[in-house]
C-alpha cells in the first residue's frame, strides 16, 4: 500500500487568485494522477503526472489552469490558477499500488468566493 | 463519456439488512473497482474484479461482473451504521493503462 499525505486539507480563496497543493507519497512511484470531485458529483480526472516529462492533460483541463509539477518520484503539487467560484471542488491526487488499485490522498477541499 | 452510471443513487437501510448498489458501463474493461468515499474525503479501494471473472468475495463484501450487459453490482451483507459513505464504481478500459473511470456513485446511509 502508499500513504499519501496531502495539504492542505481545505482552503477558502478569494477569486482571481491561485493555489498549490501539494501531495507526498512515501514510496517512489512513476505517476500520479490528479482528480476533481465537484459539490455531489464523480471524481474526474484531471492529468497524470509523470516524473520527467510534462503532465498529460485529460479533456477540458489545460495547463495554464492547472499547472502540474512532478519533481521527483515521491512528489507532486497542482496548482489551481486564476480560481473563479466554479473551481470550488475537492481535489484528490492518487497513486497506483499493487494489484491496479489506487490509492488516494485525503483531499483538497477549495472553496472560492 | 465512459463514465458508469450507477444506481441507485440513494439509499437508506436499517443496519443488519443488505445493501445493493449497481454500476452499469459503456466500454469493453480491463477490470472494475469498487471505492468508499467516506464525508467526501479521500477514497479507499474496497474489491477489483477481473473482466475475465464473474464473482468475488471480500469479507461482507460480494461483487458481481456481467460483461455481456456490461454492469456490476455491490452486495454489503449485514451492514452496520459504520458503512455509511458513497461508493463509487470504476472501469480502467483497454489502452487506458492505469487511468480509471468513476461512475456516478451511490450514498448509502445505514441506520440503527
Known amino acids: 500500500s502508499a500513504v499519501i499525505s496531502q495539504k492542505p486539507s481545505r482552503d477558502i480563496c478569494q477569486r482571481g487568485t491561485s493555489l498549490t497543493i501539494q501531495c507526498q507519497v512515501d514510496?517512489?512511484?512513476?505517476?500520479m494522477f490528479w482528480y476533481r470531485q465537484q459539490p455531489g458529483q464523480s471524481l474526474t480526472l484531471i492529468a497524470t503526472?509523470?516524473?520527467?516529462?510534462?503532465?498529460?492533460?485529460e479533456s477540458g483541463f489545460v495547463i495554464d489552469k492547472f499547472p502540474i509539477s512532478r519533481p521527483n518520484l515521491t512528489f507532486s503539487t497542482l496548482t489551481v490558477s486564476n480560481m473563479s467560484p466554479e473551481d470550488s471542488s475537492i481535489y484528490l491526487c492518487?497513486?497506483?499500488?499493487?494489484?491496479?488499485?489506487?490509492?488516494f490522498g485525503s483531499g483538497t477541499q477549495l472553496s472560492v468566493l | 463519456s465512459q463514465q458508469g452510471e450507477e444506481d441507485p443513487q440513494a439509499l437508506s437501510i436499517q443496519e443488519g439488512e443488505n445493501a445493493t448498489m449497481n454500476c452499469s458501463y459503456k466500454t469493453s474493461i480491463n477490470n472494475l473497482q469498487w471505492y468508499r468515499q467516506n464525508s467526501g474525503r479521500g477514497l479507499v479501494h474496497l474489491i477489483l474484479i477481473r473482466s475475465n471473472e464473474r464473482e468475488k468475495h471480500s469479507g461482507r463484501l460480494r461483487v458481481t461482473l456481467d460483461t455481456s450487459k456490461k454492469s456490476s453490482s455491490l452486495l454489503i451483507t449485514a451492514s452496520r451504521a459504520a458503512d455509511t459513505a458513497s461508493y463509487f464504481c470504476?472501469?480502467?478500459f483497454g489502452g487506458g493503462g492505469n487511468k480509471l473511470t468513476f461512475g456516478t456513485g451511490t450514498q448509502l446511509k445505514v441506520e440503527l
Open positions: 514510496s517512489q512511484v512513476t505517476m
Open positions: 503526472a509523470n516524473q520527467g516529462s510534462e503532465a498529460t492533460y
Open positions: 470504476a472501469t480502467a
Open positions: 492518487s497513486v497506483v499500488g499493487a494489484e491496479e488499485k489506487l490509492f
